[in-house]
């Protein structure tokens, strides 16, 4: 029973939302389920998950704002921040050493939380980048590891700006191949012991084991839930001469170099 506030699609009417189940938006075709992965890609079924499927494209009693939802997403206005609730994972140290939860008596990677967290904005035109196992980790210019992001740049006329939640990591990476590494995962829970994890990962993929190292990672990917009611929303001054939207790392440019057009 989630409030409006949380999520006004996911409330009940009761609460002031939609009162929407989650087959509302991510239909089933025998039990496959349409949505996006980590990777951002459709996996499952085709079918796409999107604001008009159910929404107008010119939702807004202004046209000015109407004129943004060709090149912005409503997730961007609609979802100015997640984790309102319950913290979210931003980055998780496989280097330091393992927490134990009370709850279950596991271990997991040492974790910092974090709550009422604002997102990042990119490009994404529909095609994405996502690490392929096995292959040969090369960080890019961050000096990070990329295992998800979108891809889409300014200049590709369909892309819109979509809101994400930027996710790093430090993880195990073998110092020879350069192939980031598997663990066995219920040994790492159980135990705690990162090593053994490791050893046993690499072995049961069939890989040698030269020891291993750390790479910092990150991942990007795109924030859908939380969506906050019409009042929450952002304002125009959010991002036209305030701080959320960095333009010219998106690609745009000054006014004034655009002949004041």
């Given at each position: 029973s989630p409030t409006a506030a949380f999520d006004v699609h996911m409330a009940p009417r009761s609460a002031g939302g939609a009162g929407l189940s989650c087959l509302a938006c991510h239909i089933s075709v025998g039990h496959r389920i349409a949505g996006r992965g980590t990777d951002m890609r459709e996996r499952d079924l085709p079918d796409r998950v999107a604001c008009a499927n159910c929404h107008s494209r010119s939702p807004h009693d202004d046209a000015k704002l109407d004129k943004h939802t060709a090149r912005v997403s409503c997730t961007v206005c609609h979802i100015p921040e997640f984790a309102k609730v319950a913290a979210t994972d931003m980055h998780r140290d496989y280097s330091a050493p393992a927490d134990i939860v009370?709850?279950?008596?596991?271990?997991?990677?040492?974790?910092?939380?974090?709550?009422?967290?604002?997102?990042?904005?990119?490009?994404?035109?529909?095609?994405?980048?996502?690490?392929?196992?096995?292959?040969?980790?090369?960080?890019?210019?961050?000096?990070?590891?990329?295992?998800?992001?979108?891809?889409?740049?300014?200049?590709?006329?369909?892309?819109?700006?979509?809101?994400?939640?930027?996710?790093?990591?430090?993880?195990?990476?073998?110092?020879v191949t350069?192939?980031?590494?598997?663990?066995?995962?219920g040994v790492f829970f159980q135990t705690g012991d990162l090593a053994t994890a490791v050893k046993q990962g690499?072995?049961?993929?069939?890989?040698?084991?030269?020891?291993?190292?750390?790479?910092?990672?990150?991942?990007?990917?795109?924030?859908?839930?939380?969506?906050?009611?019409?009042?929450?929303?952002?304002?125009?001054?959010?991002?036209?001469?305030?701080?959320?939207?960095?333009?010219?790392?998106?690609?745009?440019?000054p006014l004034q170099t655009r002949n004041g057009k």
């Open positions: 009370s709850g279950t008596r596991l271990f997991e990677p040492h974790m910092l939380m974090a709550s009422h967290v604002r997102p990042v904005y990119r490009f994404f035109n529909g095609t994405s980048q996502f690490y392929e196992f096995g292959a040969e980790a090369v960080p890019e210019a961050s000096g990070r590891v990329v295992m998800a992001k979108p891809l889409g740049s300014i200049n590709d006329p369909g892309a819109q700006i979509i809101a994400l939640k930027q996710h790093t990591a430090r993880q195990p990476i073998d110092p350069r192939r980031l590494l598997p663990l066995k995962i690499a072995a049961g993929v069939g890989w040698p084991d030269n020891g291993f190292e750390f790479a910092e990672t990150e991942r990007l990917m795109g924030v859908y839930h939380e969506v906050a009611q019409e009042d929450d929303a952002l304002e125009c001054a959010s991002c036209h001469g305030g701080g959320r939207m960095d333009f010219a790392a998106l690609g745009y440019t």
